[in-house]
């Protein structure tokens, strides 16, 4: 099983918009820092966006600061990533990770998730 599902990718035209989410069947996502990784073809997996379990301190990669927003639903059982004015840089798989440990503050680096997604993969057109 995995322990956490993402979804919402697809293809979208550059200049739009993608949502996506990030859930658990397995994990209680309130208790878990939660960060958004991607890897496009032939490039290491980036941190893109993070946001701490208590305090919800996030944090965001430069490539995705002004364009997306990581917040989580009022149920806390869902994190989102809102991807806005998507261009020809952003096509990957996207990857959602969970953290036990990142209560006050999250950081970009794989280190501290333990639990991954399969991902979900998003496709720019120009």
């Known amino acids: 099983q995995v322990p956490v599902v993402e979804s919402g990718g697809g293809l979208v035209q550059s200049g739009g918009s993608l949502r996506l989410s990030c859930t658990s069947s397995?994990?209680?996502?309130?208790?878990?820092?939660i960060g958004w990784f991607r890897q496009a073809p032939g490039k290491e997996r980036e941190g893109i966006a993070c946001?701490?379990?208590?305090?919800?301190?996030?944090s965001y990669a430069d490539s995705a600061k002004d364009r997306f927003t990581i917040f989580r639903d009022s149920e806390r059982k869902t994190v989102f990533l809102q991807m806005n004015d998507l261009n020809p840089d952003d096509p990957a798989v996207y990857f959602c990770?969970?953290?036990?440990?990142?209560?006050?503050?999250?950081?970009?680096?794989?280190?501290?998730?333990?639990?991954w997604g399969q991902g979900t993969q998003v496709t720019v057109s120009s």
């Open positions: 397995e994990l209680i996502l309130s208790y878990y820092g």
């Open positions: 990770a969970a953290s036990p440990t990142s209560l006050k503050a999250c950081e970009l680096g794989e280190s501290p998730y333990g639990h």
């Open positions: 946001i701490s379990s208590v305090s919800g301190t996030t």
